[in-house]
């Protein structure tokens, strides 16, 4: 069920980064079909940096039961946690505190993910 509740608000998180990128690249480009997104949001070396949180949530769903998954899931909410955290750096970290200053759909999905957490 924990899982179950961290994905769910992850793919919420994910999903308003997408959407808040969209609505900026549509502004310069013109509007795209969902699929010539896609292949702009795969492509596009200014979105590279969405690409650690996607990475995790793709772990997430990777992640078995049993002893060794336990400690992996621990490892795993450790590096989810910190990604997400004010503290984040890099690439990533700096993108993603300007998109939840930005976006309020991004802030309150930042803040669901977080809460997932607890």
Known sequence: MENTSLRTSLLSLHRALVEFER???EKTHGRTSGAEFLQ???????????????????RLDELGDG?????????????????LSAASKGLFGAAYAERINLSPDVAFAHAEALRAFR
């Open 40 to 58: 702009v949001l795969v492509r596009d070396p200014s979105l590279a940096w969405l690409a650690p949180l996607t990475s995790q949530i793709a």
């Open 67 to 83: 002893n060794d998954a336990t400690a992996q899931r621990r490892t795993w909410r450790a590096r989810t946690r910190a990604l």
């Open 23 to 25: 609505r900026t690249y």
